[in-house]
């Protein structure tokens, strides 16, 4: 198989002009491309020589490539021209523009995968430095390695084989259940997020996310096709809040570390063997309860078109897609992590509770992706695709707990 190669322009110049013994030509790297938002690089050099990180020399001899997932904070890719094995690094900085207040906590990033990086238990990029100057690159950012690997999602499961399917996904179950069993006292993040009534913050912060966002929308609402059906969500989401909030109290109370976003398009797998070699994006980490992050790794069970990541607009909550093969079913997938986590197996009706508060959550955040989107704020190419799966999560989850509601009421 022919590897696939990356020819720099500027390199054909120099070699042609100068003769300079420079290799020309530059692997392709997985998941990045050239630069769509522009980063000061003379900058960032000199910050990353200063600190005593690296010292690439001048911008001649570094090329920088993009992200491109992600959507969040733009996230940069620093290699040598010069020495083709040489260091790699990643920058990932806060997005340019006015930002919501609370969003893009890229601190909470740098300070959790510096704490865990030193437990053995969940596998994180080495940090090397957070610069909460905005005077240096526009705006904060910090440094970590780059992990030479994979980056997949769930539509990309029909490539592997089964074993391989398994796997990942039993580490990631076994990596979740691992970190839910920390004490965050003792690792150093006992301040990482306020202790207690995990869901009621849930629907208090991203309620008020989605707020924010909704004048956004409603602004730029003849910018794109999908502006006007986004805008019109609201009342089913004020539906789906007042249900949510009437079911929380019921739901016991637990505090542990919370990724946030873990999931498989947010590991970095092994370039051929089915190892979990580093987990990331911990912008949205905190103190909260453990399951909603076991809900969230488990959206493609009970998400129609989840695995295919090909979302289908329908109420219906048992039309879900066949489990692909080698991997469990979601009852033994929560067993499992109920054993591991050491705990007993959460009871259906609170299991429906936290699915309907992740597809809440995930609408709020779709909502405010597709609002900076729209704004012209966004990190990522794909931002405007998240506007028709703010009304498929909503509605999906309003049927969920009327589901769950019937079931009970029939014991």
């Not at 929380?248 to 089915?274: F, K, Q, S, W």
Request: hydrophobic share 40%; glycine share 8%.
């Amino acid at each position: 198989q022919r590897r696939r190669v990356y020819v720099d322009p500027l390199q054909a110049i120099y070699i042609f002009a100068w003769g300079r013994p420079h290799p020309v030509i530059m692997e392709a790297v997985d998941g990045f491309i050239p630069v769509r938002q522009p980063i000061n690089v003379d900058a960032a050099l000199a910050y990353l020589r200063d600190q005593g990180i690296v010292d690439y020399g001048t911008a001649d001899n570094v090329e920088v490539l993009q992200a491109n997932n992600g959507m969040s904070n733009p996230t940069y890719l620093f290699r040598s021209r010069v020495d083709r094995d040489g260091r790699m690094l990643v920058i990932r900085k806060k997005p340019p523009g006015q930002l919501l207040p609370g969003a893009h906590q890229i601190e909470r990033e740098y300070r959790v995968m510096s704490a865990l990086g030193k437990t053995g238990v969940v596998p994180v990029p080495a940090m090397h430095a957070l610069c909460e100057d905005d005077a240096v690159l526009g705006k904060g950012f910090y440094v970590m390695d780059y992990i030479r690997g994979r980056v997949i999602d769930t539509d990309q499961l029909v490539a592997l084989s089964p074993s391989h399917r398994f796997a990942i996904f039993d580490q990631l179950n076994a990596i979740l259940a691992g970190m839910h069993r920390l004490d965050v006292d003792k690792v150093g993040l006992s301040d990482h997020g306020k202790r207690g009534n995990y869901a009621q913050r849930q629907l208090r912060t991203w309620g008020k996310q989605f707020k924010r966002g909704e004048p956004v929308i409603k602004a730029n609402v003849g910018k794109h096709k999908d502006a006007a059906g986004v805008a019109a969500v609201s009342p089913l989401m004020e539906q789906l809040i007042t249900k949510l909030a009437s079911m929380v109290d019921a739901v016991p109370d637990e505090t542990v570390l919370v990724h946030g976003d873990y999931r498989l398009g947010n590991v970095i797998l092994h370039p051929t063997e089915p190892t979990v070699q580093a987990v990331i994006d911990w912008e949205i980490s905190t103190l909260g309860h453990p399951i909603p992050d076991l809900a969230y790794l488990m959206m493609p069970w009970y998400v129609p078109g989840g695995f295919t990541r090909n979302l289908h607009a329908t109420h219906d909550t048992t039309a879900v897609d066949d489990v692909p093969k080698g991997l469990p079913s979601e009852a033994e997938y929560l067993r499992t992590y109920c054993t591991r986590a050491g705990r007993p197996v959460v009871p259906p009706t609170e299991w429906a509770f936290w699915k309907a508060l992740t597809l809440f959550r995930i609408a709020a955040i779709n909502h405010g992706v597709y609002a900076r989107a729209l704004a012209g704020n966004a990190g990522s190419s794909k931002a405007l695709t998240s506007g028709p799966t703010v009304a498929i999560f909503v509605r999906l989850a309003l049927a969920m707990l009327s589901d769950a509601s019937s079931s009970s009421a029939k014991l």
